[in-house]
């Protein structure tokens, strides 16, 4: 079975700075991708990033990238020069197959990370 | 602009009383996904389809269901079954290769 761990439930970081929000997974497929999500107080989720287990380089979008150590079994988001609009809980997510698959590309989530950006 | 509409926002459910939330999405996706989410927790998937006509359940389907009549629909029936239905449900779809899940903005259900 897939699982998700997100080890820390709430974070502060001082506007400007970088922060990273880490996320530990475990499976048994050789093939497989993750994600990140950010979810403000609307509910919304709002997809930031993706990595496929096969792919060599780490992730990065605009302020966003992913720390994928494949090995160790981690995929901790980056974000750096934080702005207060960064405010939001992050969920780390994690679906079977690098590629369309029978049976579905279902989502596990971790718990969350609530981050809280200071002035 | 293409995306996934879930009606209402917000929902109120009295006891005993099954009610149906909307999932409809013009992104040409074929998999679509229900999840439920609870007051600081992840999100849990309830039933997922990847086909007209086809659907299975995720980890906690007892006391919901869906059809899949359309594409572009993916409902979901809260039943009197569901003993604690008061969350935050969240639809999704992916695109073929799976890089990406779009999500609705979600209906908060509570039961009165």
């Known amino acids: 079975a897939q699982k998700i761990t997100q080890t820390q439930p709430g974070m502060f970081v001082q506007e400007k700075e970088a922060v990273t929000l880490d996320c530990t997974y475990d499976t048994s497929d050789q093939s497989y991708g993750l994600f990140w999500y950010k979810q403000p107080s609307s509910g919304e989720m709002i997809f930031l990033i993706y990595?496929?287990?096969?792919?060599?380089q780490n992730a990065t979008e605009g302020r966003y990238s992913l720390n994928f150590q494949k090995a160790r079994k981690s995929a901790n988001l980056v974000i750096s020069a934080s702005q207060l609009g960064d405010s939001a809980m992050y969920f780390c997510a994690m679906k079977r197959g690098d590629w369309p698959r029978m049976g579905g590309n279902m989502l596990t989530f971790g718990g969350g990370t609530r981050l809280m950006v200071k002035p | 602009d293409g995306g996934i509409t879930q009606s209402p926002k917000y929902l109120f459910r009295k006891e005993g009383q099954n009610v149906t939330l909307s999932c409809e999405q013009n992104l040409n996706h074929d998999a679509m996904y229900w999840y439920r989410q609870d007051p600081g927790q992840g999100l849990r998937l309830i039933y997922y389809s990847q086909i007209v006509n086809d659907f299975q359940k995720g980890d906690i389907a007892e006391g919901y269901s869906v059809s899949r009549e359309k594409k572009e629909s993916f409902p979901l029936t809260v039943t009197s079954a569901q003993k604690n239905p008061t969350a935050f449900y969240l639809c999704?779809?992916?695109?073929?290769?799976?890089?990406?899940?779009?999500f609705g903005q979600g209906t908060r259900l509570t039961v009165v």
């Open positions: 999704a779809s992916m695109t073929g290769f799976g890089t990406e899940a779009f």
């Open positions: 990595q496929g287990s096969y792919d060599e």
